[in-house]
């Protein structure tokens, strides 16, 4: 199974890279910045032994498609995607917060409120909910990265204004944007007959001051999608919903032990349970587009990319 799972280009006028758990950042001249999806797959914020194929691709392609779908309400930094793998766009300094924003009760929010909790990021969840139901209104939890290791941590509004990790100006700025990239892509999912259950997403600002939306938008990897064909039945008998997000690689995770707990081994993925995983994010894919999901050439994935990126700054001058 051919996979990109790690790169180290030298790009022309590269500054440096960050490496996150999934995507690879190349600084040119601190001016633009290009993203490569790898085909990585994380979870419970541990990054497993092997590529699933085509997962880079899909993920890049979904956030492409839905910034461009989001554009008229927020600014975003994309300005170009030369490969499958690979968007480019504006320098900006990430805000520390992702902001996470949940309609529905799924996920750690129901594993909080079923460890007894009313509470989640200064936000209170009504008495009486089951999981999956709808929350009254959409709720932002935000989180932010742990001091120590690379896990993401619940924090309040008031707790991000009083560490002083997002002026209250800007915070305002971001609420407002989560909510309406939350409807707009509500919206879409409604269209594809998916609920968008929660997601998150982050932002950054450029050097001029202007606050864009920055790295994926309404991919599987940071949203959970529920098919709303069923969706009353399943809730009213206590049923599981029927899911489109990497909940599964969870769950089977889960399964197998693995929960991302010190002393704990990530279970053994063999090439068959790799395929089905990779046949899943392209079925994610096409529900979530609406259109059939086109396989890149794979047969060298590094030399394409590296080529295609090459082509693209040539052709600025």
């Given amino acids: 199974m051919n996979t990109i799972t790690d790169t180290n280009f030298n790009f022309p006028g590269q500054k440096s890279i960050y490496k996150g758990k999934v995507r690879e950042v190349y600084n040119i001249n601190d001016e633009q910045l290009i993203m490569i999806a790898t085909d990585r797959l994380s979870a419970f914020d541990v990054v497993m032994p092997k590529g699933i194929p085509y997962k880079g691709q899909i993920l890049n392609q979904i956030a492409t498609k839905m910034m461009a779908a989001t554009q008229d309400l927020v600014p975003n930094w994309l300005t170009a995607t030369p490969d499958p793998n690979v968007a480019v766009g504006h320098m900006c300094e990430p805000f520390k917060v992702e902001m996470v924003i949940r309609g529905y009760m799924s996920g750690h929010a129901a594993r909080e409120y079923k460890a007894g909790k009313r509470m989640l990021c200064g936000v209170p969840m009504p008495e009486g909910m089951k999981e999956n139901d709808a929350f009254p209104e ?21 707790d991000i204004l009083k560490r002083g990790i997002v002026s209250e100006d800007d915070y305002l700025i971001l609420e407002d944007y989560t909510r309406k990239l939350f409807k707009r892509g509500s ?66 995770l889960i399964r197998n032990g693995f929960q991302g707990l010190e002393g ?35 047969s060298n994935i590094q030399e394409r990319i590296e080529a295609n990126v090459l082509a693209f700054l040539e052709s600025q001058g």
């Fill in 138 to 158: 959409p709720i932002i939890t935000p989180a932010t990265k742990a001091v120590k290791g690379n896990h993401d941590e619940d924090i309040s509004r008031e």
């Fill in 187 to 252: 919206e879409i999912a409604a269209e594809r007959g998916l609920i968008l259950v929660d997601t998150k997403y982050e932002f950054g600002k450029t050097k001029n001051g202007q606050i864009l939306l920055i790295d994926e938008i309404h991919t599987p990897d940071s949203s959970r999608y529920f098919y709303a064909d069923g969706y009353e039945e399943r809730q009213s008998k206590g049923e599981p919903q029927k899911q489109l997000s990497k909940e599964f690689v969870r769950q089977w």
């Fill in 264 to 298: 704990q081994e990530v279970p053994f993925m063999s090439d068959d349970y790799i395929e089905t995983v990779s046949e899943r994010y392209i079925e994610l894919y096409e529900n979530i587009t609406g259109e059939p999901f086109i396989k890149a050439d794979v």
